[in-house]
């Protein structure tokens, strides 16, 4: 194959492998749970990740939620394993034990992140129905 062909295809490769940059962006996430439990209740938390430009190339690579500090969730993606779509969910049980503060974040693999997300949920003392009666 001629050197200026070679060029060529690899210019038209990258062109397809990489979005554009006004449609390339940082990975981010939104985080929906509850503001109130009851305590000792298990409740989902979904974490919401959006990324435009998910292609082999450039992709959402990371996700992590930590709770009052601690990772409890991650997922890894790759090139082969991509995430399917451009805005795509989890969603963890999590266990209200005490105050919780629980932040999740997304990396790009070429652009980074746009910085984590948080929620707090406040546990609510459990009531009884004989409690409950007047």
Known sequence: MHPRTLVLVALLVAAWAVPAPGFADKSSVSIEAPATAELGAEVPVKILVKHTGNTFMHHTNR?????????????EFSARNRPEDETFTREVLVKVDSPLEIVGQAWCNIHGSEGPASVQVTPVPVVSEEEGLP
């Not at 996700?63 to 997922?75: A, L």
Request: glycine share 16%; aromatic share 8%.
């Open 63 to 75: 996700v992590e939620v930590k709770i009052n500090g601690r990772t409890v969730e991650g997922w």
